[in-house]
């Protein structure tokens, strides 16, 4: 007699954080269902990298579902306002940035519960991460845990007693705690990309704050950068 | 001097609910921002009702947003699924109904908060009702709340003291009750559709729990129908 095959839904932007929560997730025994949004980002060679990752960390179905959120503005990621480039690590640690896109976690949250009640799944990981970006409420442990309650409430299967668990794993890792998980889990960071404006081929920027945290992360793990 | 208009986002299908929820809130004095989703629903008169009632309504402005969630499947009203026709009070009355839509209420929240956060907009109308469909679990009273709190959490308008509200002025309402309501804010319900299974030219089919619903209702508010 064989076990079930525990299901999960794992949010994937394919960058460096969601990358390593995917293959965390193999690891554990999960069946991956990865799940990316096509949410009007001003690239989409993010989500040509996930579905490299998607492939290559194993997961059994990669869906790419379409959010119009772009329709709302507001935000250095979906609309015309510029990335800001070369801030130092001081200013990317104070206040909420302008790359903050409204609810946007909120809204990814609820559209993975939507597709783990269909698949019935019942375990949803994201890889928010609450100590190098503090400035974006959405991805302390407060949110998280309030989302999971309402999950459990909004839904048949938590009605019906299957409880819906959120799993943050790196919520309290540095990003160099968080390489060296993925080092160990096998990861290929070459084939993630973090950046917020890469060039038309996917070249990333390198001054964007997610570019420099990423290069920061990377030498405080010991290595050149990938 | 005149006081600052407090805007509004208003969660419109084009239904009875919904609409008569819109006139709710234009008559309390909210600046309405409606917001309906095409989600991949069978129908599209269901989005032409909506633009309708909107504009007669007076909202401010109406956004129709795309939400891929037809490529999860597992609903009669995204997918193949026949929608239920004929059942009886007692059987429409009884569990959660095929027609349900994995988190619907929680994607569409999610996405109106995305809304409210980028226009400067508190205030969240959404037409749930209790009382006729307990069969949806993201309808009740407790799920309306733990939405909420989890919006406060996830916002940056939240962190920074300024609270959102859901309303659900129908939560606790018959049919009836909804219909009275709407016939004193001037709601003309022959704009608005509520059928699960319309024919192209948006023709209701009578038949589905939806309509006996309505018709129901308006029987008890001494009506033939509209």
Avoid: W
Wanted: some cysteine; hydrophobic content about 40%; overall charge positive.
């Amino acid at each position: 007699m064989t076990l079930p095959v525990k299901k999960a839904v794992v949010l994937l932007s394919g960058g460096l954080d969601s990358s390593t929560v995917l293959a965390y997730a193999v690891a554990k025994g999960y069946e991956c269902y990865a799940l990316s949004f096509d949410y009007g980002q001003r690239h989409k060679s993010e989500l040509m990298a996930a579905r490299k990752v998607a492939k290559v960390l194993g997961a059994t179905r990669h869906e790419v579902v379409k959010v119009g959120l772009s329709r709302f503005g507001g935000s250095a990621l979906t609309s015309d306002v510029a990335v800001p480039k070369g801030r130092t690590g001081k200013e990317i640690g104070t206040g909420i940035p302008i790359t903050y896109v409204p609810a946007r976690n909120t809204v990814f949250l609820s559209l993975a519960l939507a597709f783990a009640e269909t698949l019935g799944a019942y375990d949803i990981f994201i890889g928010v991460n609450a100590l190098d970006y503090s400035g974006y409420p959405d991805c302390r442990p407060e949110f998280i845990r309030a989302f999971e309650r309402t999950a459990n409430l909004a839904t048949k299967a938590g009605v019906e007693g299957n409880k819906f668990k959120i799993h943050a794993p790196l919520i309290k890792l540095t990003k160099a705690g968080i390489i060296k998980l993925g080092r160990k889990l096998g990861v290929d960071y070459s084939l993630t990309l973090s950046c917020y404006d890469p060039a038309p081929d996917g070249t990333p920027c390198g001054a964007c704050d997610s570019c420099l945290l990423r290069r920061k992360g990377f030498l405080e793990a010991g290595e050149e950068g990938a």
